[in-house]
């Protein structure tokens, strides 16, 4: 491997990045991604200073996003003679883009150290970037190498660490088999990945605690409406008939619901104009109450919105989305997007979405205190602990644009997460899939299939306690990362010749 040439290098990198990748859904190959980052991270360590070092995470990274956020380009194909052009640029820039903070760590730790040491401070400064990339830039927390552990029973620790946590196990792990290998050779080097393969096969901890008989009865609507015809002036009438026909269908032997959920931007008026429209959901619903996605103008500024209904069709609270999608649901650089004639895919009204106020509650009464969540603010695993904790979770959302294959998959997964995270149960409800209950050790107890209609009667799970992570955050996973990083410095140090 010491003889490999610049381009050798690069690409046996990103092939890395690629393999590691397939951890994530729809392919679930979990342990794939520990022997895929000993090869970036032996890949590192020998790398002919910090440039070279820069070049190969930078490779093994836009390796690992090209084949986990493949997917981006979906959105640009529901419209595909206007917008279909911008598919391949927006892969190569969001694949480049987020591989700089692999390039950066690769630098870094080549900058710092040298020999077997390197590879442990690149694994401490890749979950540091990677942490660094779930906030700068209004942040994107997804397809963390920690993600890849998502579909094991490894899950379990997230309770303790957070996705840092796993990340930092992902690359410890991968790290230390490689300096395992140069001291003493590929029969001990192996140890490192038995231990992973253990977390991620053996069950950690007792499952999650069944509903009790008098938990409430949830419906959760799946009205599947495909992107391409979901606001067509002719369509929007069959969806919305449908939801009603959903929503009215018998109830199963569980009984009447007592809250039913549907997915993002369901209610086809403005939210405050659609007095119409609430009486037939309320007339459809009976007695139970109704959460359903919507749009409302909090005065001139469009919002997108999660609404509280009563049984009589009154609006009983309103949560406004407060983080909203760039280049989906708003344009950055508002005023020179507006004068260039630009628009996020996603946006409805006029000038884009403008963000609420920030995380909140819904006071449900009998149901408890749910924490609201649109689309991809699942995927950011701190707000849930700006709120006093929630007895549940919700999540609406529309993943109708990225397609069936990866994107659903990999947002449900992360869903999981945020569950399992926090000993929360999380209801989701999804325009085409996967709409689905979490109960609360990130386990999937009921689901529907992608693009099928149909609806999920479940009572509702009981909370756990809160977790170690729900209590103290990233900061012990940070820090761990931190020391991690320092060790590697040390042995680094100590190998290199006086």
Partial sequence: MKDLTRWQGRGLAALGGGVAALSLPPFDLWAVIFPAFSLIAALVMLADGPRAAAWRAWSAGAGWFAVSMHWIVQPFFVDALATGWMAPFALVLLAGGLALFWGLAGWAAARLASGPGRALVFAGLLTLTEALRGHIFTGLPWAEPGHGLIGSEALALSAFAGPHGLTLLVLGLSAVSVMIYVAKGLLLAVVPFAIAIALGLVPMGARAPVPPPDAPILRIVQINAPQHLKWQRDMIPVFFDRGLALTASDPGPLGTPDLIIWPETSLPEILDGSEVSRARIADAAGPADVLIGAQRYAGLEPRNVLAHLDPEGEIQSVYDKHHLVPFGEYMPLRGLADQLGLQGLAQRLSSGYRPGAGP??????????????????????????????????????????????????????????????????????????????????????????????????????????????????????????IIVTLSGLALARRSTPH
Avoid: K
């Avoid at 924490?371 to 991809?376: D, K, L, V």
């Avoid at 709120?387 to 994107?407: C, E, I, K, L, Y």
């Fill in 360 to 481: 909140g509650l819904m006071d449900l009464g009998p149901l408890g205190q749910a924490f609201p969540m649109i689309c991809y603010e699942a995927i950011f695993p701190g707000y849930v602990r700006d709120v006093t904790r929630p007895d549940w979770m919700v999540q609406v959302t529309n993943d109708a644009w990225f397609g069936s294959f990866a994107m659903p998959y990999q947002h449900l997964a992360l869903a999981r997460l945020r569950a399992a995270e926090q000993g929360v149960p999380l209801i989701r409800a999804a325009n085409t899939g996967v709409s689905a209950l979490i109960d609360a050790q990130g386990t999937v107890t009921h689901a529907l299939a992608m693009d099928t209609q149909g609806v999920i009667d479940a009572r509702l799970p009981p909370a756990l306690p809160p977790t170690f992570y729900a209590r103290t955050g990233d900061y012990p996973a940070l820090l761990l990362a």
